[in-house]
């Protein structure tokens, strides 16, 4: 089903996401830069540093935005489903458009911030 294909590719993608922060590790590409006095705030801040720093946002968040993104969709189905079932005089087409509108710009917010 896609709710479970959903569930088992936002595991797989934090899995990806581990293994690369692994790799970033190994390759000793850190945060602070290479400078490790404590002058933090005189170090300036690298390309690798921003890079790792990017990198660490995108791959810690990105599993859990499949994750709600994936349950919203589940939700957005139930609800289909509970006015097909219970009301018959309404417009279907509209209602789906409205809804798959307002997945669409929640998912485009959720990913964009």
């Given at each position: 089903s896609f709710f479970v294909g959903s569930i088992l590719f936002a595991c797989i993608v934090?899995?990806?996401a581990m293994a690369s922060l692994c790799i970033l590790s190994f390759m000793n590409v850190s945060?602070?830069?290479s400078d490790t006095s404590d002058?933090?705030?005189a170090t300036p801040v690298t390309k690798d540093a921003s890079f790792y720093a990017k990198a660490i946002e995108v791959l810690f968040?990105?599993?859990d935005f499949v994750t709600v993104s994936t349950y919203l969709s589940l939700v957005v189905v139930w609800v289909e489903t509970f006015q097909h079932s219970r009301r018959h005089h309404y417009s279907e087409a509209r209602s789906r458009?409205?809804?798959m509108i307002a997945f669409l710009v929640f998912?485009?917010?959720l990913y964009a911030g």
């Open positions: 934090r899995c990806l945060l602070a830069g002058s933090y705030a968040n990105i599993g458009r409205n809804w998912n485009a917010t």
